[in-house]
């Protein structure tokens, strides 16, 4: 039955134009461009042409993935390290929420929307119902690719309906699910082979009555299901630079080129005869033969020539101006691109550091209300409507900056007299709360054992001196060690006749 989608804002309606979102032409274009990438597969300098398939091999050797160092220097240091609730909102944060994002494997599904949201300018999460094997719900990061979302104009962070589609090759069926405030529908299309942009036309797709039908599937709460996380000017972090980065390509195809032309020097001979004394065309091809012990022999006005190699300085100095213009347009520190930029001097480096903490931070602004969301869904589907109130909801993160340990070391001794010990674990040492809280204790035991040690030492050493009385009772009750008396001579008092007039002694053991 063919899905209506006359009535504006129904379930087919909404279908219908978030297909047609997800399958424009430049979006599609420009995803894909993006992914190839940082996947490594950018586009290729050009050179060439009338050999493209013997020249592509060559032209892949010139790419170097600088995207890949440009997002992940963000990434790395984007870590969630807990939450706080209603239900436990201390400095700690709550242990329930640490035990749901570790059975949810969380870290690793929060690391892949960091990397999509910086590469792709936006990245999805869908939080759906408890998994009966872990117990938490079923928590997955989406590719904006195969997925994509309206949001409420006068709310840009309000999803109002999402889409997302993928190819079941199992049952041979291409599937869309189409996600609404408190619902989810479920629409298939027959599909043998996998279908690049699946087209949605209301007579080939139908909703699965499997999956609730045109009535969709209620969920166990009225709010939208998907969170959307979008990056600064929903573009990706390198996505303005992308002619700088081709620039950088075809400069070192340009040195590989010319490298790999100079590996034999060029030889030529002038001067040489067309014709020999009896007017007889000359064949110089197998004359000069290049082997060891070969020799030439030459007309008297024949004159050689060898071409001399090109100095690849210049080209070499060429590509890295340009990965410290990409270095200065990114905020990427210049030492993660160039090996030798690590000996710039103190204060260049730490400008750059400086700059990229900035853009970390400014990242980490972005995506710390849409991870609490996440959360309070998560805790909706387990029905704990107390810890999923987003008004006292809080993640916790570790610091962007990234200190040496020298640093962290020269820090925390310094503020000795004005931080607490436990402040100084995780603003200074950058630990997290409850790895702080762990060492809190772990001191607590030492200074409890070191006082109880202490207190027996003194006990002992009292016992010594007031008559075996130990002054405190409760911790005497393991007896002193006594002292080992001293070993005797058997020939203590004895003259030297004597001693040779007496027996041996013997030492036998029996």
């Known amino acids: 039955m063919a899905i209506d989608v006359e009535k504006v804002r129904s379930p087919g309606w909404w279908l219908q134009r978030l297909f047609k979102k997800m399958n424009d032409r430049q979006r599609v274009a420009r995803l894909q461009l993006l992914h190839d990438y940082l996947n490594g597969r950018p586009r290729l300098p050009q050179g060439a042409e009338n050999v ?72 999805f999460v869908i939080v759906g119902p408890v998994d009966e094997d872990t117990g938490v719900p079923v928590i997955t990061a989406e590719d904006p690719r195969w ?82 996380f979008l990056n600064k000017d929903g573009a990706g972090e390198y996505e303005h630079h992308i002619d700088l980065i081709d620039r950088i390509n075809h400069n070192i195809l340009q040195r590989l080129v010319i490298a790999s032309s100079q590996a034999f020097r060029s030889m030529a001979v002038s ?42 300085r210049p080209i070499i100095e060429a590509s890295r101006d340009d990965f410290r213009q990409v270095s200065m347009a990114t905020g990427t520190p210049m030492y993660m691109m160039v090996p030798d930029g690590q000996n710039q001097s103190a204060t260049g480096a730490g400008m750059y550091r400086e700059q990229l903490v900035f853009r970390a931070e400014d990242r980490l602004d972005r995506v710390r209300g849409r991870w609490s969301e996440v959360m309070s869904l998560a805790f909706l ?31 925390a001794s310094k503020a000795q007299n004005d931080l607490p010990r436990r402040s ?65 001579d058997p020939f203590d008092g004895l003259s030297l006749d004597e001693i040779t007039q007496t027996e041996p002694v013997s030492t036998a053991v029996n």
Not at 98 to 120: F, T, Y
Not at 177 to 199: H, I, N, Q, W
Not at 281 to 307: N, R, T, Y
């Open 52 to 123: 493209r398939e013997m020249f592509t091999q060559f032209q892949k050797k010139a790419c170097v993935n600088v995207p890949a160092v440009v997002v992940g220097s963000v990434s790395d240091r984007l870590t969630p390290i807990g939450f706080q609730t209603a239900a436990d909102n201390d400095v700690s944060g709550d242990e329930r929420a640490a035990q749901v994002w570790e059975r949810a494997d969380m870290s690793i599904v929060a690391a892949d929307v960091h990397v999509m949201m910086l590469n792709l300018g936006e990245a």
């Open 147 to 228: 997925m994509v979302a309206e949001t409420d104009p006068a709310k840009p962070r309000k999803v109002l309906a999402a889409l997302k589609v993928l190819w079941d090759d199992i049952d041979g069926v291409s599937r869309a699910y189409l996600y609404l405030p408190g619902r989810v529908f479920v629409a298939v299309k027959p599909s043998k082979t996998p279908v690049d942009r699946p087209v949605f036309t209301p007579q080939t797709w139908s909703w699965d009555e499997a999956k609730g039908g045109a009535a969709g599937q209620q969920l166990s709460h009225s709010r939208m299901p998907v969170v959307r």
């Open 424 to 488: 100084r674990l995780i603003e200074l040492w950058g630990y997290t709360p409850t790895q702080a809280d762990r060492m809190m204790l772990e001191w607590q035991e030492e200074a409890v054992f070191n006082a109880q040690l202490a207190q027996v030492l003194a006990a002992a050493a009292g016992q010594q001196q007031v008559g075996g009385q130990p002054p405190i009772q409760a911790i005497a009750s393991t007896p002193a060690p006594q002292p080992v008396p001293p070993r005797q």
């Open 381 to 411: 589907e387990l029905g704990d409507t107390e810890r999923a109130d987003m008004e006292k909801l809080r993640s916790l993160w570790a610091s962007v900056e990234r200190l040496s340990l020298a640093e962290r070391a020269d820090a």
């Open 271 to 312: 001067g040489l005869p067309d014709v020999d004394e009896d007017g007889n065309e000359i064949d110089w091809s197998d004359a000069f033969v290049m082997m060891p012990g070969a020799m030439w022999q030459l007309p008297e006005k024949a004159e050689m020539w060898e071409s001399q190699p090109t100095d690849l």
